[in-house]
């Protein structure tokens, strides 16, 4: 199967993954939040973000740098007689050129999430136990509190040490085995979360095992990603690479080492690069926890959780499919034209179907987003959230998402090309654009007193000027790699007229038959939104239907071709 119809096939898998897997937590969070509260939703959302924190910077690099890896053609037998011909060296140690060598290369790299990740998790702790009034003054008198924050460390540690097998397959482009894994951990994490809640339900010390829950759920979750990926690679074939660290050999250089060099050079730029992209990606988590009470924290946490739904079920598979597409087949020897071609092309559609999509979740989230929230919640959890921001603040989140989904494909872009002075440059930018950042959340949410509502509006600034230099960068690279002005702005703007103006039309008529209100507050009012939208979602398949019938038959000739 070709790369391209693999990064397909990939994004399906993931797709269809991200749908079982957050289908149950869902369930899970629905059936949660009827019976804890804001202040446990908002500590459990901080033991989180000090996971995620601690793994990002870890392993995302280690993630991106591998993806470059040259990919080898050869086969066993191939990789065997160049053991022959390499000498004394080759009979004890694995060629880098051979197809077993480029595995264990991967596998090796993946210990350095470890070596980096192990001190740097303890520091992020320590640091926040130092620092973090949520750990001082929420968490750690709550009974259990201890073995909350054990569990957590360990499943970081789990985590890490599956890095290898998990880079690994990616390298390899089995999503189906990713998501095959994935899923039952998750399944395994909501199950396990809910009933450690149910039994914390009428003790005195309900909130502390209500917070224990979410840790157990998690301890669950990297455990079972942890037992799958080692039980599958036992359960392999025959193969000569080893899941510890092995020395190997390169023919061209003839010399020895752990760590492929070429992808030892990227990590460490793109390294220093995460640090500033997680300042901003995960930075208004770093920023709540300061600013905004738990309670807030916990608003926030649910708006996340229902406003990013769609962005974790369909935009976050198509970027990590695109990023490993992208890199692997512009890394690939060949008709280095003809790889450039089909990148901006795959990239073109991508854009035009998120330019529709985003204008639709614009039009219908915005307007139903606090009336299907309701629904979700019932009566009783809404009325015991009705005291916080939380149906005024869900909508805003909503227009928030397609800025997200941009800068997910621009960055992906980037980072699938970028050479080591492109990183340095971005660095600089990431660095500036943190700075800005932090200093407009503070501005926003502690001067001028929005809360959570500043905190989006600098978000959505933040990713705003993300993706002009993003996309400045890809208009740039494609003039260099194709010879000509790939990408004209003036012509790419022309093309977002039709879409733009059936959008504002779709909106014009909406405003007016809710009676001048642009929120949905009835089911009257709820289905004539549903109506227009579906009304603006056939004017896009029509204006779209040339390119909609040339890519149907574009995928149609490939497969018969196979």
Not at 95 to 101: A, M, N, P, W
Not at 180 to 195: A, D
Not at 330 to 354: D, M, P, W
Request: hydrophobic share 45%.
């Amino acid at each position: 199967m070709s790369l391209l119809g693999k990064s397909t096939a990939g994004a399906s898998f993931l797709v269809v993954g991200q749908i079982v897997t957050k289908l149950f937590t869902f369930l899970l969070n629905q059936s949660l939040i009827r019976y804890i509260s804001p202040q446990v939703f908002g500590v459990s959302s901080y033991l989180e973000f000090l996971l995620t924190t601690a793994l990002f910077f870890s392993r995302e690099a280690v993630r991106l740098s591998i993806q470059r890896t040259e990919s080898t053609t050869g086969d066993k037998e191939n990789s065997e007689s160049n053991n022959e011909k390499s000498g004394k060296d080759k009979l004890k140690y694995l060629d880098i050129s051979s197809i077993d060598g480029t595995y264990q290369s991967i596998i090796n790299f993946g210990y350095v999430a470890v070596l980096v990740g192990v001190p740097l998790s303890l520091s992020i702790f320590y640091w926040q136990l130092q620092t973090s009034h949520v750990l001082q003054e929420t968490l750690l008198p709550l009974q259990h509190s201890a073995k909350t924050l054990a569990l957590v460390a360990l499943s970081v540690l789990l985590e890490l040490t599956v890095e290898p097998l998990y880079v690994l397959n990616q390298f390899q482009l089995d999503f189906k085995k990713r998501t095959k894994f994935e899923s039952i951990g998750v399944v395994s994490r909501c199950l396990l979360t809910f009933f450690v809640v149910m039994l914390s339900k009428g003790k005195s010390n309900d909130d502390g095992l209500a917070v224990f829950a979410f840790a157990v759920g998690q301890f669950a979750y990297s455990f079972m990603i942890f037992s799958l990926y080692h039980l599958d690679f036992y359960n392999r074939t025959q193969h000569h690479y080893s899941l510890l660290p092995q020395k190997l050999y390169s023919m061209n250089s003839k010399t020895l080492f752990y760590f492929n060099p070429k992808v030892w050079n990227i990590w460490k730029n793109i390294f220093v690069q995460m640090l500033f992209k997680q300042a901003l990606t995960e930075g208004d988590k770093l920023l709540i926890n300061y600013l905004c009470t738990v309670e807030e924290q916990g608003v926030y946490s649910v708006v996340t959780n229902y406003g990013s739904l769609v962005a974790r079920l369909l935009f976050q598979p198509i970027e990590e499919s695109l990023r490993l597409y992208l890199t692997r087949i512009l890394a690939t020897k060949g008709n280095r034209l003809e790889h450039v071609q089909i990148a901006q092309q795959v990239l073109s559609y991508l854009c035009i179907f998120y330019i529709n999509l985003s204008l639709l979740i614009a039009l219908a989230g915005y307007a139903n987003a606090t009336f299907l929230l309701r629904i979700l919640l019932g009566g009783r959890a809404s009325a015991k959230w009705s005291s916080t921001d939380l149906f005024t603040v869900f909508p805003q989140y909503v227009l928030y998402i397609p800025f997200l989904a941009f800068n997910g494909i621009f960055e992906s872009f980037f980072n699938s090309v970028a050479t080591k002075e492109n990183i340095a440059k971005h660095s600089i930018f990431m660095s500036i654009s943190t700075v800005v950042y932090l200093l407009a959340s503070f501005i926003f949410i502690d001067y001028y007193k929005l809360g959570l509502s500043g905190l989006i509006l600098a978000n959505v600034a933040n990713m705003f000027i993300r993706i002009i230099y993003c996309g400045k960068f890809i208009q740039s690279y494609f003039t260099n790699e194709i010879g000509i002005h790939a990408i004209n702005l003036r012509r790419s703007l022309s093309k977002l007229y039709v879409p733009i103006t059936l959008g504002l039309s779709i909106e014009f008529l909406q405003y007016h038959l809710l009676d001048k209100n642009l929120i949905v507050s009835t089911y009257k009012g709820f289905f004539i939104s549903v109506t227009l939208c579906v009304m603006y979602l056939l004017g896009a398949l029509l204006v779209e239907r040339k390119l909609i019938t040339d890519t149907i038959q574009q995928f149609t000739k490939k497969s018969k071709t196979k």
